[in-house]
């Protein structure tokens, strides 16, 4: 094997910089590899699946750091520091950091002392070592943070380069305010939302990034008795960033939305939607003005077929991911006979790219013509997930599996179903053999037939020979999730 030249082993091992089991080992093979893989590993230490509260080797390397005066100041003060190296360090490894994680940072800290004013001041001094020796900042969570570190000497040489901010709105405006002042450059901004008040730092912070890609807000409110509405002054500013904006996800508590309405009629440049919250209603004006045209993935809960339909035709072409939640209303929609027909024509007349898709529709032969008309012509499908109304008859189950069978796109990979459907052994196993061949399959179901000794047993015997990857149970919740 010829050997490889360290260009193209950092370009291996940035292609793994989320796998730490393997950058780990190539630590052990030769002083080439190890040179090469310590600055992907310290890009982002935080980011690995590493018990950070009892990680005494990392809290070592990084007080290594603190000058002899500072690590004296902070004995005194009985904050328990490693004994100092009588060799220094193979690397400069705090110079390849280009993340802060306050949250796991404050773990580590936890190893030198217990007191809460001790663990401030140690806080303090660290956070001051990674601004001066991150050369250039791209990540920072700062959902714990109690320092004002924009003071601090260099912060905001290191400030103005970052990328990606996670905050919660617990911190208090003034700090954001700090922020905006900084920072102006940011691509991905993803909120927490603890507070039910407008925090109007945030608000700033939103207004002055000019290259404003990614967007995401959770609610995660302890008290949702609002004064005011905490999310109106957040979307107004959002809505300016129509031109940059490409992603935005929104997990919201409130119950009426009508600002989400007309701001999303004015980003037209999304490529992800995902909205997780109550009903959302577009009047007939907003959806005509719904023009996402290189919309890739649209994720709304509680949206009409109807309405769905009409995004989809507006905005198709490029559309991979077309997934909504049925399961808590699914049969309150009025029309589901001809609003189902409508959405499964809709998809495959305009959605040539479809990867990921939600479907519901109820037992009759015409939507069962349209579904094999839809698995025909969407050829990228990997994931469908399967709402049938009046689906416990076993008839039903044993014709949507012929279905599959004939004309399921030879890139489908998994299929989930609710508890409605019923099969048979008998049904189930017909399917399985028929299905030899292909590409293994994963089934879900939130019905526990599946728990049963009998399925079992036929289910593990199609797994060992390669036709079935798995088959499992799984919450209806659970069944909308796909990553």
């Not at 309150?332 to 898709?357: A, G, T």
């Not at 990228?380 to 039903?396: A, M, P, Q």
């Not at 399921?408 to 998994?414: G, I, K, Q």
Request: aromatic letters at 12%; glycine letters at 2%.
């Amino acid at each position: 094997m010829p050997k490889l030249n360290k260009d193209i082993l950092f370009l291996i091992f940035e292609e793994l910089q989320k796998d730490s089991k393997s950058l780990f080992s190539c630590l052990m093979v030769n002083r080439l590899w190890c040179k090469t893989v310590i600055p992907t590993l310290w890009k982002t230490p935080w980011c690995y699946s590493i018990n950070y509260h009892n990680k005494n080797s990392l809290y070592s390397v990084i007080t290594s750091y603190l000058s002899e005066d500072i690590k004296e100041s902070l004995i005194r003060q009985e904050i328990f520091l490693p004994p100092i190296l009588h060799q220094p360090l193979l690397f400069d490894y705090l110079s390849f950091c280009r993340s802060i994680d306050i949250d796991i940072l404050n773990n580590i800290i936890t190893i030198g002392t217990s007191d809460l004013y001790n663990q401030f001041l140690l806080q303090q001094e660290i956070y001051k070592l990674l601004m001066r020796k991150c050369s250039e900042l791209k990540y920072l969570n700062i959902k714990s943070i109690k320092h004002q570190i924009f003071y601090f000497p260099e912060a905001r040489a290191r400030l103005e380069s970052l990328c990606e901010l996670r905050c919660d709105t617990s911190i208090d405006s003034p700090y954001f305010h700090g922020l905006a002042s900084i920072c102006h450059y940011i691509q991905r901004l993803i909120i927490i939302n603890k507070k039910i008040s407008v925090n109007h730092g945030l608000v700033k912070l939103i207004e002055n990034q000019r290259n404003l890609k990614y967007f995401e807000l959770k609610d995660d409110f302890e008290d949702n008795d609002f004064i005011k509405d905490p999310h109106k002054e957040i979307f107004l500013a959002l809505a300016k960033k129509a031109d940059v904006l490409n992603h935005l996800i929104m997990f919201l508590d409130l119950s009426e939305h009508t600002i989400v309405q007309n701001v999303l009629t004015k980003l037209h440049k999304l490529k992800t939607l995902i909205i997780n919250s109550g009903y959302i209603y577009f009047s007939e004006n907003q959806l005509k003005m719904l023009a996402h045209h290189e919309l890739e993935t649209l994720n709304i809960d509680f949206i009409s077929l109807s309405e769905a339909s009409i995004i989809i035709e507006n905005n198709g072409g490029h559309l991979r991911e077309i997934l909504l939640r049925y399961c808590d209303y699914g049969w309150y929609i009025k029309n589901v006979d001809e609003e189902s027909l409508d959405f499964i024509r809709k998809v495959y007349k305009n959605c040539p790219l479809i990867e990921y898709l939600s479907l519901l529709f109820p037992s009759t032969m015409d939507h069962f013509i349209e579904f094999e008309k839809l698995l025909k012509s969407c050829k990228k499908l990997k994931f469908v997930l399967i709402r049938i109304k009046n689906s416990d008859k076993e008839e039903t189950g044993e014709e949507l599996l012929e279905i599959l069978t004939r004309s399921a796109p030879t890139n489908l990979r998994e299929i989930r179903f609710f508890e409605e459907f019923q099969f048979s052994l008998k049904i189930l196993e017909k399917f399985f053999e028929n299905w030899k061949g292909r590409p293994a399959l994963s089934i879900l179901t939130s019905n526990p037939m599946c728990k049963g000794d009998d399925y079992m047993k036929m289910i593990n015997k199609y797994k060992d020979n390669g036709v079935i990857k798995e088959f499992r149970y799984e919450s209806k919740k659970n069944m909308y999730y796909h990553h």
